[in-house]
């Protein structure tokens, strides 16, 4: 039952933060460090999400 908890919180964390990224408008291209920040938390949230679906939809022992 934890893991399936878990699974729903980074499925709607990782979400929310994949769709922002997709959503929001592109920073200028001078913001070197603001760019690697974001990119950083889009493949966060990418890898969030993935680990969210594998634990809501394992099956239980």
């Known amino acids: ?5 878990f699974g729903d919180i ?3 964390w ?3 933060i ?10 200028s291209a001078d913001a070197g460090a603001y760019q690697t920040g974001q990119s950083a938390a889009f ?3 990418v890898v ?3 680990l969210g679906l594998f634990y809501f939809f ?4």
Request: glycine share 20%; no cysteine; hydrophobic share 40%.
């Open 18 to 27: 994949v769709l922002t990224r997709l959503l929001s408008s592109s920073p």
């Open 48 to 50: 969030m999400l993935g």
């Open 58 to 61: 394992k099956k239980s022992p």
């Open 43 to 45: 493949w966060f949230g």
């Open 10 to 12: 980074g499925i709607l």
């Open 1 to 5: 039952m934890r893991n399936r908890i």
């Open 14 to 16: 990782g979400g929310g």
